[in-house]
């Protein structure tokens, strides 16, 4: 999964004759944005066996600044639901803090 925050670079404009070094900053941009797209960032998601049945898991995580080697729980509520894009996970704190996916 990606990271909700990447955008994408804004490519540099091409010399009109080859020129190796433009070749190696244009490169170098996309092998950046492309290891970017392909960093998990703070969500893992597993399958688990829970009373002989298989579940998915979710868990949204980020580390806390105050304890070192421990998470938060970091997941959005329906207050966020105008920032979310579709297929993102939420908390619906209205009704007993069900998960919900933005359609």
Do not use: C, H, W
């Amino acid at each position: 999964m990606s990271q909700k925050n990447v955008r994408a670079p804004r490519l540099p404009d091409a010399p009109v004759e080859y020129d190796p070094r433009f070749m190696s900053q244009l490169l170098s941009i996309l092998r950046l944005y492309f290891n970017q797209l392909d960093n998990a960032g703070p969500m893992a998601a597993s399958t688990e066996q829970v009373n002989g049945k298989i579940v998915a898991a979710l868990s949204f995580v980020r580390p806390d600044p105050t304890t070192p080697n421990t998470f938060i729980i970091s997941l959005p509520t329906e207050a966020d639901l105008s920032n979310l894009r579709v297929g993102d996970v939420y908390y619906d704190t209205t009704a007993d803090n069900v998960l919900k996916v933005k359609v």
